[in-house]
């Protein structure tokens, strides 16, 4: 990746107090991860609340750090991926305020060192740009990037290491919530792979059509794109990753750490920059 020196993982976790709080606020989840000495020491999950308070916020980062063995005197560095604007301004006050740190944001104005092609780059989501940083830390490009989220994203980089842009599809849980409240006769079934795509019964096959019809999907997109960037290394993240992934025939990789070594990298740059 051009213009950006990705920081080394490690092993080592004792002996530096120096923590990084990474946050990636989703339409679903907050997902919260605490690095130190460049490795993951913790992650938590917090569901998504668009009308919660400063207090609220800060209240309940703060608590899930505490349960594990975090304190506020630990986090000396923040930095924050959003797609809520309604709780973004709210997540960074409560941030501030109970563990004492201000969040980098990441938006246009931050230097990420990625070169974007996108034609309207400021409608380019905050976590896209993320996936695309942690990813070219691990892998050469070209790369796609496939994000099971409350949307599922796919996201391209070219040879180079630009960023290209990509495609938005409904998520799966987004749409299978729509077809249980709109098929009256359709009740809801576990998420999970069927033994079988000739469903023998009305819950096999609603988990044919929807965890082997995605996995057709991102098949079928992926292809496709591999194409226009004459071949491309293929990386899964999001919540859903571990259920559709391995019933692709284009993805070989889950990365569920993916978007938090983004942040990682990201706050990394910010503050050489910032020296």
């Known amino acids: 990746m051009r213009g950006m020196h990705c920081m080394p993982r490690t092993s080592a976790l004792g002996g530096d107090s120096r923590m990084l709080?990474?946050?990636?606020?989703?339409?679903?989840?907050?997902?919260?991860g605490v690095f130190a000495q460049g490795r993951l020491r913790l992650r938590a999950r917090l569901s998504t609340r668009r009308d919660g308070t400063s207090d609220e916020w800060g209240v309940l980062i703060a608590q899930q750090l505490a349960q594990r063995g975090v304190?506020?005197?630990?986090?000396?560095?923040?930095?924050?991926?959003?797609?809520?604007?309604?709780?973004?301004?709210?997540?960074i006050a409560g941030v501030r305020e109970f563990?004492?740190?201000?969040?980098?944001?990441?938006?246009?104005?931050?230097?990420?060192?990625?070169?974007?092609?996108?034609?309207h780059p400021e409608e380019l989501g905050a976590d896209r740009l993320v996936n695309a940083v942690g990813a070219l830390c691990e892998l050469r490009p070209p790369i796609i990037i496939v994000d099971f989220g409350t949307a599922t994203t796919f996201d391209a980089i070219d040879r180079l290491g630009?960023?290209?842009?990509?495609?938005?599809?409904?998520?799966?849980?987004?749409?299978?919530?729509?077809?249980?409240?709109?098929a009256a006769l359709l009740h809801r079934v576990p998420l999970q792979p069927p033994e079988r795509a000739i469903g023998r019964t009305t819950e096999e096959s609603l988990q044919s059509g929807i965890v082997l019809g995605f996995?057709?999907?991102?098949?079928?997109l992926v292809r496709r794109m591999q194409r226009e960037l004459g071949g491309a290394e293929v990386v899964a993240t999001g919540g859903l990753a571990e259920l559709i992934a391995p019933h692709t025939e284009t993805v070989r990789r889950i990365d569920q750490d993916l978007t938090l070594r983004g942040l990682l990298q990201l706050h990394k740059r910010a503050t050489e920059v910032a020296r």
């Not at 201000?102 to 034609?119: F, H, M, N, R, W």
């Not at 996995?215 to 079928?220: H, I, K, L, M, S």
């Open 71 to 91: 304190g506020p005197a630990d986090i000396t560095g923040a930095i924050l991926a959003s797609v809520v604007p309604p709780a973004t301004s709210a997540v």
């Open 21 to 32: 709080l990474a946050l990636d606020l989703g339409n679903t989840n907050l997902t919260c």
């Open 215 to 220: 996995a057709g999907q991102v098949d079928a």
């Open 162 to 182: 630009r960023y290209l842009g990509g495609a938005i599809a409904p998520g799966i849980s987004v749409s299978a919530d729509a077809l249980f409240q709109r």
């Open 99 to 119: 563990l004492g740190v201000v969040p980098i944001l990441v938006d246009q104005s931050l230097d990420t060192g990625l070169e974007v092609a996108y034609e």
